[in-house]
């Protein structure tokens, strides 16, 4: 009777210790799925920022190239065709750095939607069992 017990009680340890060992495995995998995502939001949001700054210094620089422009509408002729362009050219640059900050945040996917897809398909597996 007692080997009945002992073999019972190391089978169980032994369950037990998979059971451990899997629940461990499955905690680490998450928890570098969620050190990744959260890598990558900081790169995103780093890229963010940049596109945002140079958008609102390249916008800054066009107006203030075209407010020299309309101080001068009335100078030489010259003056004007330069200032012109140069302030188009900063004008547009801006407009387009700040078009590609909106289309990315548009296109950008929900904050952790992978980490919570995978533990929402654990607990389907958990519960089907």
Known sequence: MT???SGARAGLFSSLRVLATTLVAVAHTRL?????ELEEEREYFLAQLVLILMALFLLGIGV??????????????HRLLVLG??????????MMAWGAA???ARVKPKP????????FKDRQQIETR
Do not use: C
Not at 64 to 77: E, G, K, M, N
Not at 85 to 94: D, H, M, N, Q, T
Not at 112 to 119: G, I, V
């Open 112 to 119: 952790f939607s992978a980490s919570l897809s995978e533990l």
């Open 32 to 36: 570098d799925l969620l050190s990744t």
């Open 85 to 94: 362009l140069f302030s188009g050219f900063f004008l547009g640059a801006g």
């Open 64 to 77: 203030v190239l075209a407010t020299i422009l309309l101080v001068i509408a009335f100078w030489d002729t």
């Open 102 to 104: 909106r289309r990315k």
């Open 3 to 5: 080997e009945k017990t």
